[in-house]
């Protein structure tokens, strides 16, 4: 990179490059001291310009987080985190897919065209939610999975991401700030029995912060593009 093209980045792109590097660092060391496989942290390191661009609300990250999520939904298995298997390779694989041609389709610059959910679908997401909550908490201890409540939480909300995303309604920054939480409360709970997913938790409070990032922007570009359609009108 040229010096001319670093100085024309804003002190928040230095700061998540800087901070992405940080991680990157930290997530190899973990690697090595827990002795863990490389394939079993390679989603992480490609998660690592996702979450960058995710910070952007960047349609691209939609793309290369289809692909990637392949490689979690293998992870999630070995470590009998069911629930998030499923969301992986069913949902999140194939939803992202489409959320990345719906983006584009409805191209903003790097993004697309956010709306916000009315009031009515506000309700039946709620009521959807506490339905499928309590079906997981049923069925995922039937299959084997471990850590229930935060697991069938965490995908629950990842799937109504998912789809919030693929129709660009910007309520999907807030869940994953939610979400962001809480994954990082699974993973300090698997440290005891499972220390190597130190690599894992390192991750999420990096994809925490661009997430928090994320949520601003969104926002910021939800009014800047309502601002520009009352202009028009």
């Not at 909550?133 to 935060?150: D, K, R, T």
């Not at 909300?157 to 129709?167: A, K, S, V």
Request: proline share 2%; net charge positive; glycine share 4%.
């Amino acid at each position: 990179m040229s010096c001319k093209k670093f100085t024309s980045l804003s002190k928040k792109d230095i700061f998540i490059f800087i901070l992405m590097g940080c991680t990157a660092v930290l997530i190899t060391v973990a690697g090595v001291y827990f002795k863990q496989s490389f394939l079993r942290i390679l989603p992480l390191y490609i998660s690592l310009v996702i979450a960058l661009l995710q910070s952007r609300v960047n349609r691209y990250a939609s793309l290369i987080g289809s692909m990637n999520s392949l490689l979690y939904g293998a992870v999630y298995i070995y470590y009998n985190l069911y629930g998030s298997a499923i969301s992986a390779i069913l949902f999140s694989f194939p939803i992202q897919l489409l959320t990345f041609i719906r983006w584009n389709k409805n191209k903003w610059e790097h993004s697309t065209v956010l709306k916000k959910l009315s009031a009515k679908q506000r309700l039946i997401i709620l009521a959807g939610s506490a339905v499928a909550l309590v079906a997981m908490w049923i069925g995922l201890p039937l299959i084997g999975s471990e850590y229930v409540f935060l697991d069938s939480v965490t995908n629950l909300i990842g799937i109504l991401i998912y789809f919030l995303t693929m129709f660009a309604f910007v309520e999907y920054t807030f869940l994953m700030v939610i979400n962001g939480v809480i994954g990082i409360a699974l993973y300090i709970q698997m440290l005891n029995e499972t220390p190597e997913m130190t690599t894992y938790l390192i991750f999420s409070v990096y994809s925490f912060i661009c997430i928090v990032f994320a949520f601003f922007q969104a926002k910021k570009l939800y009014n800047s593009q309502q601002t520009e359609v009352k202009n028009e009108n």
